[in-house]
């Protein structure tokens, strides 16, 4: 027979791996239903990639990092199924919900940490801000909580590996996603904040010292992110991660559909959804703790880094809002600690958790049709999957074909070659030289194969060139769902 711990350390250890056993438990379902177009499009490109392209070159192009692409190499070696890239985003929700439970007991006790990690377990999951994808989010979000975990080890501990650990966990971070520097504030904060728990206060030089130390270890990564952008072909790696966006918003190119405002707009409500109540409850918990000026410092810190990455881009995805998930559940957790009646907590956290609850709840009784329409990516990755069956069939495996103008996960799952390398809408919106790019595409002798047509030429292309070229070499086949086939004329 197995005993029960005494220990109260031993108890929150436990409570705390049964937070992670309910976070995987929870996100388990979605291997199921499907991948993302981004999910699908980072597999195309690190599949291209294995095979011998060059990363940021037209044949795997890409404005992400090569942590992201290379994680995702890792995945297809694993298995070259959709679950593969679902269960990365599994076991990175019981990551996060380890190092949050971690975090909260070092800034504000055991009890605080189990629940921290048990609120995260259900809140991470945020269906309408796609906790459960694997985008580059969500990876950025566990290194950099990892790094901020390490870096309150180092200031518990003393320890001075933690902190290099702890760079190196924040640099990992910026390799995933552009906007994953939230890691590397909030180590910068700790290191700045002085004194290790139980010592005197560090002088100027120890302070100097230490944050030597932390950007050493996020050099690592860093720098061998660069050294490969080098060897790669600086001013391909460059443009391709900074330097397009840069100069699309000096030009006023952020998008010629969107304003940035009514992105944000269209975003933000389903993001509130899931993401409204612990926000309420941060704002609390902030407020109740504000004495607290460490606990202060670094949550503050944690949130305002990772709402500017969210900006950053421009687009408002609400898979963008992901990162700042983790500071708001530590803030709002401790929220729910400054109440002073135990039933008046126990509903705090319930309700914290409530509108994610009522949506998986509402899933187990739905119908397959309901569970498709509800589940983001599901309905549609199903019907990108019908029409990738389609295209193979009437292709052959060396044929380059072109989907205009963003379905990239369909590149991956029919496993055909792109003929251009823009595979996403944003950029052709963005880069000056891509609309001239995809003219000469469709103008030249060794033109695709076959065409998907979702979005209409003109749109695309205000001109009329690109569908005026598409009319003369290709013709109809097919229309299936939304998409219309085109296949060469000669």
């Known amino acids: 027979m197995f005993r029960r711990p005494s220990n109260p350390t031993a108890l929150a250890v436990a409570a705390i791996c049964g937070a992670a056993v309910v976070a995987a438990g929870l996100r388990l379902p979605f291997i199921w239903t499907g991948v993302s177009i981004d999910e ?80 995260y377990a259900v809140v991470g999951v945020a269906p309408h801000t796609e906790g459960f994808t694997f985008n580059g989010e969500l990876p950025a979000s566990v290194f950099a909580t990892a790094a901020v975990a390490a870096a309150l080890w180092w200031r518990r501990v003393g320890a001075i590996g ?75 790696y460059w443009d391709a991660l900074f330097g397009y966006q840069i100069e699309a918003i000096l030009a006023g190119r952020v998008d010629k559909y969107q304003s940035r405002w009514d992105g944000f707009h269209d975003s ?29 410092g670094v949550l503050v810190a944690w949130f305002l880094a990772a709402i500017v990455g969210v900006n950053l881009g421009g687009a408002y995805w609400p898979h963008y809002y992901i990162q700042a998930i983790p500071p708001l559940v530590l803030a709002s957790v401790a929220g729910v600690a400054a109440l002073n009646r135990r039933l008046w907590r126990a509903t705090a956290a319930v309700a914290l958790t409530a509108p994610v609850l009522v949506w998986l709840v509402a899933l187990i009784p739905a119908s397959a049709q309901d569970r498709q329409s509800t589940v983001p990516y599901y309905a549609r990755a199903l019907r990108d999957e019908r029409i990738a069956a389609a295209i193979e069939q009437r292709t052959r495996p060396g044929d380059r074909i072109y989907i205009l103008e963003a379905e990239a996960n369909i590149y991956w799952l029919a496993q055909r070659t792109a003929a251009y390398p823009y595979i996403w809408g944003k950029p ?20 695709p194969v076959l065409v998907g047509v979702q979005t209409p030429p003109d749109r695309v292309d205000d001109s009329g060139t690109v569908g005026r070229l598409l009319e003369m070499h290709y013709r109809p086949v097919q229309t299936l769902e939304g998409m219309t086939l085109y296949v060469r004329r000669d």
Request: glycine residues 14%.
């Open 40 to 119: 699908g499009g980072f597999a195309y490109v690190a599949q291209q990639w294995a095979r011998g392209g060059r990363l940021y070159d037209d044949d795997a192009w890409i404005d992400r990092p090569q942590g992201l692409i290379l994680a995702y190499r890792m995945l297809l070696a694993i298995g070259d199924g959709q679950w593969t890239i679902r269960l990365a985003a599994v076991l990175s929700g019981v990551a996060l919900t380890v190092f949050i439970g971690l975090i909260g007991w070092l800034l504000l006790g055991r009890a605080c940490g189990v629940a921290a990690a048990a609120v």
């Open 162 to 236: 933690w902190l290099f650990a702890a760079g190196v966990a924040a640099g990992g971070a910026l390799t995933m996603k552009q906007s994953g520097f939230d890691g590397l504030v909030v180590g910068l904060v700790v290191v700045v904040a002085g004194s290790v728990s139980g010592r005197h206060p560090n002088s100027v030089v120890r302070r100097l010292s230490n944050a030597a130390a932390f950007l050493a270890g996020a050099a690592v990564p860093l720098g061998a992110s660069a050294l490969h952008g080098a060897l790669t072909g600086w001013g391909r």
């Open 268 to 296: 933000i409500g389903l993001v509130a959804i899931d993401l409204g109540l612990p926000l309420l409850g941060a704002i609390f918990g902030l407020w109740a703790w504000r004495r607290r000026r460490f606990f202060l």
């Open 428 to 447: 052709i919106d963005k880069i000056p030289t891509a609309i001239p790019r995809l003219q000469d595409m469709f103008a030249a002798e060794d033109r």
